[in-house]
């Protein structure tokens, strides 16, 4: 076999296959190193697996799971497709030794493709790196000319950082398994190694507890997990390569354990599930000893409950009005001389750490909990950024990093993918104190997601997340991550993730309609507003009452189309462009003229009426994106009075409305400085 | 609240919604009787429902089922919509006593619904009838101008006929219980009441048996339900009011029990399990006792497993061969005066039909098994035909018509509607003789299924069957069927059917890519061979072995795009239209170039190789519709040797190609007919 080209850490890896139409791989994460060859592996009904070396069950379920997903991903049937011995296959498996029963954090990952023409050999300590691997393997396939097949390639991977997560929000919006579990599997195929299962909060208690059986009676609506789902999720895991992280956040964001127990809290009862958003009062009460007393007793069951290594205390964002407001917790203060709610909190954690600790587990808790007085063993999960993250491993904790990676923020990848742990202040640490960064963990808080709609708020994005995390450093092409973002979204389809089959029933029940060519094409270039805009603009403040039915919860974070569009004004500038041009024309024609398709079905849907507005917006920026296209069409300078009316116009159309962005108006912006000449002044963010 | 019309059995019931945009009641199957009042009951967060009268667990569940269908139908949350008491409640269901234990046939499905502007009520005898009407409440919720609704309406229904099926082939292609869940669910919605389970064939044995394991260990590829899993499948029907009736086809059809039991055959073994299609020379040996004391053990055991009164013995298509070529068989029957091979299968019948009725049920067959000497309370399933149906009652048998209800046979929707259990030879029987009509079973078999697209091969057109088999024979009308069968396929997305979604995914799997706008222009018009042309014209003869990846497994049985065409021409041709010819233009014109874009798509993807001579066909036929039209637009009469030599293009255009046909074929000949004035030849049915 010869190597033609040797591609490590490039943002593009295109392969030319027989037919000498050049293809990218789909690798998302990119592998450390990839070495692509001549000629390729046909995947046929014929394949066959086996495993040479070590083999246990896990491993044996991770092949089948594998080829049931090759042959959902070729549309092969159950007969096709055996494992066999290993002397026999064609794809030969070989891994030196079992995992850890628990999966640990650092367990090795690394492993080795190999792919010729007659074959394939996949080869890794663990069978965590065999799973890794396998998920390769799947993202190389591809329909060719000459059948499936996965090019001759050599590939050497292992991770960046060993802790790459996502947590999940169930409390404000209960989750089912299901879900979840479909999720596991997405975060497996991008190789993601743990899952943060962020269980209690003030709008819900979502796990069964046997020794304070009120805390699900009475806090969650009947919308908890029992305790052997709970075990049945941890396997599903376990089997994926995913460690599961439980939090239970104390002593704030803890409303919903008061109402079955209001002794804990520091004001006086009784409680009910909140049902707003936001940072409340509700706390438990530090000073007094039943707390702890109940607190070992809960986290000594579910210590047992939860195998992983790490145990999640939450402790983030308490408000101290109870405290403020109880006399009983401020004599406690003065008499142990606790300055600040602050100082009082970190004696509840170093107590809470006590009683982690003797149940066998490591503390992991929010930014807040970082005090000098907490042993070092504990980890910090940073949302305040890497100068935060910096601090803490310079005091010699280690740490993981959340900010930049809130995906309820609804930023695009390219932003999320820009946030790298080891940057800004984490930049300037030294080797050791790097090594305590162990990774980062992508956060979907749940007050606006449904089972219907969260994958479309995790996916496809949480896959450029998972390739920061994984990949090197140095891998940092946007527009290649892109094209491989897109392709790994519509893959993602064969898993049962719902973030692309869900927005066509949604527009429907929007529309009332089956015909939503006009609502689509709308849809398509509007985003939701970003960061906490949605609460600080709400006509009606939301609630977990609240339907999640409108145009903001159908449409996708980021918008494919508008970012389309940008690269068509950008390749026109760039004078790349009569086919551009032509494409520019279509869509804005098609968008000038929307709102007349649009209107009538107004008429027949309340969920309709509140987008009129940003309508009008699209057909009027449309507009005046054609007006500049014709200016340059004919070589004509537009008239600078006209261009200065077009940036206010344009400058209304950039504010959102119903909740929603419209995301062209930038590239409209250029294309009437482009036609005029005039510098246009600078747009306010969209947000 | 005042009536405003009056709607009995109409073909189109449209309903004038507070925007005064008239709308169609998605209802399908059609009550019996339907009363539209003026206004709206409006569907919100707050919506209550209670139970009044006669309550269990079954009924609770189902409101618990039906509750959580209209929050995902509407996007509302779980914490929307209570269940009260019946004082308080918006929606009353009001139930007189529970139902049967083990569901019967005949049971009571009638049920009355009255909606009105400030509530609604649900009466039934059964909560049977409830079940059925709270889906007619789901299929009335529409998106109005003033939030969802319910518009006014009394209605009162009950079925036709007391037995409605769908029977689900789980051998040749085995389908996983999940599948088969979501297609209950499916069921339950346009009020089918049996589940007919083919469980064996020579493709494969798919239920356990702890008596005879080897029937599953040997003969199913590990492909089987445990025994728990059926009980599962049967409570999960029996909360939806869907009786599960089991077949084991006997004597042939039996290959897959001969694997593990080859002395239950007529012939030497060893036997294989069967990877062809068609019918096979294996039988069981009807001569021998051991038979029948396998049987009777058997059939002991399943007889316990299911609890229907109802056990299928399936009992068609035995060639004989096996008997010719048996000396020991040839000299019983000569011992018994047994003259045919039919003869001889009567003979088996009859002892089989005294084990079933041992174990206390009923024995149903296919039309084969009828012979005057078996008793009169067996049930005959009939694929031959109405006149074979009425053959059999007027000898006293009770039957059920599933001739014309072949799902495999890709026939449209209107063609299976068309087909009434009660016409043909079965029209001039005596009341008493049609009372022994029971209903229909529409049939998947599964030669060409796999989970992946077995809904698409359901549904919509089971909807279709369903109501033939509800409403009134004299709901008939096909535009209004196809009208609600669209709107009605739409909805059942809510329900986790694939049939919509997973059109995509295989579309760029067979591309190789994520833009597949012009796979989906061909793949829209054209449609999947009919009835056995599939095997007859197949370039490789397909097994159980086969992807199931090509185009045709991906395109839809019945075009909605070409009958939307025919349509269009049609309208054209009664001169109704301006709008319509500018439509047909554009779709033509689309149709003339998409080779040009499909063509480079070709050669990165060999599933797209085989359909490159119809697409080229596509564009041919294509452009002599645009040329007919420029006839017609210019007031010209086409060229008679024009239109002739478009006709026999046309007609090659007509042929299957890559087990293709080309819907539009048809209404571009009659653009030419039109344009030229010269009456074509009658092309070759498709097919």
Redesign the interface.
Known sequence: VQTIFVILMLGSVLVS?S???P?QLNLMPMPASVQLQTGQLVID?SLTVGISGHTDVQLQRALERFLNNLR?????????MKVTSAAQAKLVVHCEHENKAVQELGEDESYSLEVSTAGAKLDAVTALGIMRGLETFLQLV??????FAVPAIAIHDKPRFPWRGLMIDVSR??IPLDVLKRNLDGMAAVKLNVFHWHLSDNQGFRVESKKFPRLTEMGS?G?FYTQDEVRELIAYAHDRGIRVVPEFDMPGHSTAWFVGYPELASGPGPYEIE?KWGVFDPAMDPTHERTYKFLDSFIGEMAQLFPDQYFHIGGDEVNGKQWDANPKIQAFMRAHGLKTNQDLQAYFNTRVQTIVSKHGKTMVGWDEILRPDLPKDIVVQSWRGQDSLAAATRQGYRGILSYGYYLDLNWPASRHYGVDPMSDGAANLTPEEKQRILGGEACMWSEYV?P?NIDSRIWPRMAAIAERLWSPQNVTDVTSMYERL??VS?WL??LGLTH??SY???L???????DISALRTFADVVEPVKDYTREEIAAVEAT??????RVI?AVRPESETARHFSDLVNALEANQGSSAQQEIRTLLTRWRDNQSNLQPLE?????L?EISPLSQDLSTVATIGLQALDYIDRGERAPEAWATEQFALLEQAQKPKAQLLLMIVPSVQKLVEASSGVKAPQLPPQK
């Open positions: 296959s037919a000498a139409e293809r009904p959902r991903q070729t549309g092969m049937t159950p007969l096709d591809q329909t060719t000319s000459d059948g919006h209960f609506d919308l049902r449904a219907e897109q392709n519509r389809d064969w692309n089959s066509g029933p949604m429907r029940r929007i529309a009332g309609s089956n977990s009452l609240s339907p999640l039915n919860d008429t027949q849907s309340f969920l009426q």
